[in-house]
């Protein structure tokens, strides 16, 4: 199955606000921008993806990832992350009524192609299912079949949240890129260690990450 991936971006300006004890003001729409083309950049090279589609209402956002070669779509109706995900993903369905769709968080800076492939893979065996982050208590990943809703429930406790609206929870070893999404500086350095993608490697260096590999 080939999968439509949706990933949702807030402004730039207001994105990563857990992060400003690692990153100040002036250094994390920047830092937020590099998970994101690093994420998308890996779902793009993902085989078990078909396309991209990044809703966002940030300008700067919009045309770096579109760039990259992803659908840009518009952060309607303006309701917080999950109406923005279930528009896009009645956006894409309106142009593809068959399509397999996969919201995936922009946070995931470290995320490789061929473990994406293997969750995907494995969500392909479900109606819903849904991916913990590394915390264990939000998701990273909520996936609907043809002919299936989404039924987002991001945000606060949405691994408890996804299991209890019937979404079948993936249980595979080693995809720790996918599960790896950066809300704090601990987060950050996590993905540091796993290996980020070129952007976040850049932008990270601009920050004093103690333990972090210098060069
Ligand atoms: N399009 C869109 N994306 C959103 C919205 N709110 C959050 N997101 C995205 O959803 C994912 C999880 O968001 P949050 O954890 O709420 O925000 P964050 O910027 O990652 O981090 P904090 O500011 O520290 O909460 C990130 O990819 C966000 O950019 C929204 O209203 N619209
Ligand atoms: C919105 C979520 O992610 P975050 O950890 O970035 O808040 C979530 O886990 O549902």
Redesign the pocket.
Known sequence: MQWTVV????ALA??????SDTAADGLRPAL?LAF?QDTVAAALDCAAVRDVAV???DPLAGRELAALGARVVA?EP????N???AH?AGVVRAARPGAAVAAL???LPALRAVELARVLDTAAEFPRAFLPDAAGI?TTLLAAAPGRELLPA??MDSRVRHRASGAVEIALEAVDSVRQ?V?TGDDLRAALALGVGPRTAAAAARLLIPGQPAG
């Open positions: 990933v949702p971006l807030k207001r994105a990563k606000s857990r992060l937020a994101a809703v966002t209402g952060d303006a309701d917080g992350l109406a923005a995900l896009a968080n922009a946070d939000g991001f945000g999404d809300d």
